[in-house]
């Protein structure tokens, strides 16, 4: 018996609403939270899969017997609860900030993990169902799933740019009734039908009010903490897939943001509006008349310094956003600026709504602006620039707490700063401004990835060549494509004395000329650049507390400081004010991880254990522990290999949202025709044939993350189109062979032992759980080829107990 082409159509809608809602919840959860949610909510959307395996293996024919009804309970049941689970796991009293001093937020957070776990659950029930119902159909329902994900994770990307997160909820909750009442169509008489679905859309009338989602943002986010001044309201709201943009206003208290400005600083900004991103990063737009001399107080902050150091005229500013660059280089009258900035919608704000407000700032004839990423604009230019100015891009509390310890970030890795250097002329400068941490973090391991990038470019005296101060609140650093001269370092001890900003290194300084307006216990940024300079740079690195080993494409994680080897050492200062020295956010995956783990245990893998004579596992028997083998090693397995690539495509797709979408998606469509095909390779006489897809997963897999660097450098270089369209043939192969062997290895035990079907699909689900977050784990401390390569391995794994589920199934 076939499946109709109607319950195709709704498992491949319920498929897409699950995917659609998985990455709205990565948004939703990067606005009221932070960006560490989005390997979590992989992981608990893979729970609800796993659990439901469970309960079709324990009542699969009970299932069976009703249905249509069964599946479009369930299906009703996700249109209600992704909504409702969304609104009330926002009630928990969840704050990530907190994990590290108030434990029972750990169990605030499982429950919001098993909260949401729940639409995911029905979502499952649907498609398991669907493959117990018509196993002899397996690979059509298991494509249908694909393709309906696939399309799901793009649709949801499209959305984004026309409404707002949260009323996207709604949209999600119409797809499931409209994939209920597709199956209904098939599933009853006229009669019966016309009374059901006059049911399904009276409810949908009735519990669809408009407004009804209302997003409780975190307060220790910047915009909740702005609103609590007198005065200051939202005044316009912004969404696109790149972000949640809120512009903020105050009637009566003057906004005032200048990082890194001097404390003997005697001018004051005009007037300013704030603009968040995501509730968080906060800039400004400031008003300007056209008259350098009303933006003085931007030659008083730390990131002014290269303008002091010599004359400059071609200057690029990476990450231009709303100006607060292009205005200082307008005061230093600067000739000839080129702005890059990635999120368009920021461009549309200063260039149109607040043009007149901004003094048409990007229109200057001396601006020449370029909507693209830092890395990929410089890819496709050979202009050189007398300096690169890397704005301050991420917000001051998240940063200080560790809350972007797990983001990935390619402008500060060392493959960046060589290409940096490239476009910089010679005797040009380089210049990254970073917020001020106790004890020092970032800078310090900002300072190892630079040393490693003038090393690995040949410079035999990388010292020679940098220069770095302090503030109170921010760092600059500036690399000279060159030795510096006497002179330079003259008029850097002007600049600092002059506004009171602490000398960190230049070549030939002393001990004594640091630490002497902003002081500290003791000059610790000092210390870490004559050591990282040193002869013992090793040593120092690896005696560090925290993690500074120089990052790379290969781990771009700045923000990554944690070390399993200090963790005695900080746990025991726990009570005494040591918990800073815990990073949050890495905390939290692990947090999540152990919840992953142990959710999966108990209600997944213990249930499977308990109950197997329901499975049709006789006492005594081993042959289902190659199966348990087999779907355990391909959950881990897939998801490594598909989180790993998401995460090295950022590097070319720009961000997070658009290489999870793009990957994502190329991986599900093209695993979905994987499956389609796997039929002629089940019906195949030869074993061998069951082993080409692993060959051939293993043989993409190894070659695309050696040579990644290449295939990063030849798609940087492309327009926007071509590197998406590169991209999704790169993947559309490896996606092709990875949607190959679960349902071939299903369609096998169909055959002798059907009711094992649900049994593998929560094994499968078990693995699946702990793999999204033990995957972004491995990827932070070893690496994406590690990762990768242990993927291949569980392939490896995988493809050697093959032959004895073949046996196991009676083949």
């Given amino acids: 018996m076939k499946p109709r082409l109607s319950l195709l159509a709704a498992v491949g809608i319920i498929s897409a609403s699950s995917l659609a809602y998985e990455i709205l919840l990565m948004r939703l959860f990067s606005i009221i939270q932070w960006h560490h949610f989005a390997y979590m909510m992989i992981s608990l959307a893979l729970l609800g899969y796993g659990i439901s395996g469970v309960l079709l293996a324990l009542n699969r024919d009970r299932l069976a017997q009703h249905f249509p009804a069964a599946i479009m309970t369930n299906m009703l049941l996700f249109s209600l609860f992704a909504p409702a689970c969304f609104l009330l796991a926002q009630q928990v009293p969840f704050n990530s900030a907190e994990i590290l001093w108030a434990p029972q937020q750990l169990l605030f ?28 159909q397996v690979a059509s329902i298991y494509a249908a799933d694909l393709f309906g994900a696939g399309l799901g994770s793009a649709g949801v990307i499209l959305l984004l740019f026309v409404v707002f997160p949260e ?132 030659d008083q902050t730390t990131s002014a310094l290269p303008y002091h150091l010599k004359q ?94 797990m983001a990935e970030n390619y402008l500060y890795t060392e493959q960046a700063i060589q290409e940096y250097l490239r476009h910089v002329s010679a005797d040009g400068y380089l210049s990254i401004s970073r917020w001020i941490k106790i004890p020092p973090r970032d800078e310090p391991k900002l300072l190892a990835t630079v040393i490693n990038a003038l090393k690995d470019a040949d410079v035999r005296q990388p010292g020679q060549q940098i220069i770095m101060i302090r503030g109170w609140q921010t760092s600059t650093l500036i690399v000279k494509n060159g030795a510096l001269a006497a002179e330079e370092i003259s008029r850097l001890k002007q600049f600092c004395n002059e506004r009171s900003f602490d000398l960190v290194y230049y070549p030939g300084i002393a001990e004594s000329e640091v630490n002497r307006f902003n002081i500290q216990q003791q000059p610790y940024l000092y210390e870490a650049a004559v050591a990282l300079l040193g002869d013992q740079s090793r040593a120092f690195i690896d005696a560090y507390k925290f993690n500074i080993e120089a990052a790379t494409d290969d781990k771009p994680y700045l923000f990554h400081f944690f070390k399993w080897r200090t963790l005695p050492e900080i746990l025991s200062l726990f009570g005494t004010g040591g918990s800073f020295l815990l990073e949050s956010g890495y905390l939290l995956l692990i947090a999540a991880l152990v919840q992953a783990i142990l959710a999966s245990l108990l209600l997944i893998a213990l249930p499977l254990r308990l109950w197997k004579s329901k499975l049709g596992i006789e006492p005594g028997s081993g042959n289902h522990l190659s199966m348990l083998v087999y779907f355990f090693s391909l959950g881990l397995a897939f998801l490594f290999i598909e989180i790993g690539f998401i995460q090295k495509f950022i590097l070319i797709l720009h961000h997070p949202l658009y290489a999870i979408t793009v990957i994502l998606s190329t991986f599900l469509l093209s695993a979905g025709v994987g499956s389609h095909y796997s039929t002629k390779l089940s019906h195949s006489a030869e074993k061998s044939a069951f082993m080409l897809p692993m060959a051939a997963i293993a043989l993409l897999s190894i070659s695309y993350s050696l040579g990644f660097e290449s295939i990063a450098g030849f798609l940087l270089k492309m327009e926007s189109w071509g590197r998406y369209l590169f991209s999704i043939i790169l993947i559309a192969p490896l996606g092709f062979f990875m949607g190959m062997p679960f349902p071939m290895a299903l369609a096998k035990i169909s055959q002798t032992a059907p009711a094992l079907i649900p049994w593998a699909w929560g094994i499968n689900g078990c693995a699946s759980v702990i793999s999204a977050i033990l995957a972004t784990l491995i990827a932070m401390q070893f690496g994406f080829t590690v990762l990768i390569f242990l993927a291949v391995i569980l392939y490896g794994v995988a493809a050697w107990c093959f032959p004895k589920i073949v046996a196991t199934a009676g083949f």
């Fill in 109 to 136: 957070l499982f429950g919001i993990y098993l909260m949401l776990t729940l639409p995911f659950f029905f979502a499952a029930n649907v498609v398991g169902l669907c493959l117990y119902r018509y196993r002899n």
């Fill in 312 to 405: 400059l005229t071609d200057i690029l500013i990476l990450g231009a956003g709303t100006g607060s660059d292009i205005l200082q280089a307008n005061y230093h009258a600067i000739k000839r600026i080129d702005a890059v900035e990635l999120n368009p919608q920021i461009i549309e704000l200063m260039q149109i709504k607040y043009a007149d407000f901004a003094g048409h700032l990007y229109s200057k004839p001396n601006v020449n602006l370029h909507i693209d990423e830092a890395r990929g604009y410089l890819a496709t230019t050979r202009k050189t620039y007398d300096l690169i100015n890397i704005s301050l891009l991420d917000a001051f509390g998240a940063s200080a707490s560790g809350l972007y310890s």
């Fill in 167 to 298: 009323q996207l909820l709604t949209v999600l909750m119409l797809s499931g009734i409209a994939a209920t009442l597709l199956v209904s169509i098939d599933s009853f008489d006229r009669s019966k039908y016309g009374i059901i679905a006059s049911v399904i859309i009276g409810l949908t009338i009735i519990f669809t009010p408009t407004g009804w989602v209302t997003l409780k943002v975190s307060p220790y986010k910047s915009l909740n903490q702005l609103l609590q001044v007198p005065g200051t309201k939202i005044i316009d709201r912004y969404s696109s897939p790149l972000g949640l943009i809120s512009v903020v206003k105050s009637e009566t208290t003057p906004l005032r943001h200048a990082p890194g400005l001097s404390l003997n600083a005697t001018t004051e900004p005009p007037e300013q509006l704030a603009v968040f991103t995501d509730a968080d990063n906060i800039s400004a737009i400031t008003r300007y008349n056209g008259k350098p001399e009303t933006l003085g107080y931007l």
